[in-house]
């Protein structure tokens, strides 16, 4: 590879959430930066995100909330450094205005397209260059990094890869970053997608296919943690926060509460005389066509008063644990991140660097960090990037 070209101090792979705040941070202090984009445009993931309008933190952010095959402290360093009242002050400070949803999740009141403004106003003001439309090909490490792009070869001392991960295909999304952590002998945890619809297997298509739109609360767990939230049924299986929360730990395998309000197995019993069928009973407490459907799928039927005590607690017990079995998911398609990536064993904690190759660093989604579904993952940009523009 030929050494002539562009020498800069550091070169980002990537403009979305993390490769663009790791490049301001390292800017602001003085470093040279140029960031590299394969697609026309800076951020486009951020554009389409939160319908347009960018969930781009949340009130609630803990360790906690991020999933890593990892030790689940990896994540701690960077959050406490760059919080999400850090972002908002900084969001408050340029006029943007914002709501919060729900559960703590903030959302532009006009667009997402303010918060990338936002961050190419603060790049630009900090000396760093973007340059969209431009393909990295190969790096190698004689001395320093030598990058080969599609616009010619680029030198520097610190390469920072913040490629995002396999989602949203649609949007240019590669395997570049797992590919280069590869190529330098890193760990990478194999990668799946995340906070992504499920599709049923052929026995529950055939029932619960009908019910597409309906929209029913509940708590679904996967891997033991419960997430109370809607459930949504769609042509081909289920959607809807619960369900999306729940796939990211495994989507093999969904246990989900129909009665979240309704705790106990004696639900039944107050109206145990009754003459009405099962179906039209559970009405009170369900959508009717999803209670229909349920009891079909379930081969449930007969009148209440024809129920003994066991039947109809076991009936409540299997309304408060319906085990689903999806035959797969949507894919990256519909996936909103990629679980896995670097292994974090990789990785420093406080500034994501590569342990085996000194002046590697990993930001965003492209490390085995991958958060809960409402703005948690732009916070681990937003931090990630951070703890890396600070070192490089």
């Not at 360093?77 to 969001?91: E, G, H």
């Amino acid at each position: 590879m030929p050494t002539s070209g562009v020498k800069v101090d550091v070169v980002v792979i990537g403009a979305g959430a993390a490769g663009l705040m790791c490049a301001i941070e390292a800017g602001r202090r003085g470093r040279e930066v140029l960031v590299l984009e394969r697609n026309p445009k800076a951020g486009m993931k951020i554009l389409i995100s939160g319908g347009g309008r960018c969930n781009f933190t949340n009130l609630n952010v803990t360790a906690a909330n991020y999933l890593t095959s990892g030790s689940p402290d990896f994540c701690k360093s960077a959050l406490a450094r760059y919080t999400p009242a850090d972002f908002i002050a900084w969001v408050e400070r340029e006029g943007i205005r914002y709501h919060e949803k729900k559960l703590g999740q903030l959302f532009c009141d006009v667009s997402s397209r303010e918060i990338v403004d936002l961050l190419l106003r603060e790049a630009a003001q900090t000396g760093v260059r973007i340059r969209t439309g431009c393909e990295v090909r190969e790096v190698r490490k004689p001395l320093g990094f030598e990058v080969e792009t599609s616009t010619g070869p680029v030198r520097c001392a610190s390469l920072v890869v913040a490629t995002g991960g396999l989602s949203f295909p649609k949007l240019g999304a590669t395997d570049l970053g797992l590919r280069l952590a590869r190529d330098f002998g890193l760990e990478v945890i194999p990668p799946r997608p995340g906070l992504v619809p499920v599709t049923f297997a052929p026995e529950d298509q055939s029932v619960f296919g009908a019910l597409s739109g309906l929209s029913v609360e509940v708590v679904a767990r996967a891997g033991g943690t419960p997430f109370r939230e809607n459930l949504l049924f769609t042509h081909r299986g289920l959607s809807g926060p619960a369900i999306l929360q729940a796939s990211s730990y495994d989507p093999s395998r969904i246990r989900v509460d129909l009665l979240p309000d309704h705790p106990g197995t004696s639900l039944l019993e107050p109206h145990r005389t009754e003459r009405r069928e099962l179906r039209t009973a559970l009405g009170r407490w369900l959508p009717n066509r999803m209670a229909e459907a349920w009891c079909t799928r379930h081969r449930l039927g007969g009148a209440l008063h024809t129920l003994t005590p066991k039947q109809r607690e076991g009936i409540v017990a299997a309304l408060h644990d319906w085990e689903i079995r999806p035959e797969g998911t949507e894919g990256y398609a519909k996936a909103e991140v990629m679980v896995g990536g670097v292994s974090t064993a990789e990785l420093s904690s406080k500034g994501l660097e590569s342990r085996r190759v000194p002046g590697l660093h990993f930001a965003g989604e492209v490390v085995d960090v991958t958060g809960w579904l409402g703005g948690y993952n732009f916070q681990w940009a937003w931090s990630s990037g951070h703890a890396v523009g600070r070192l490089v």
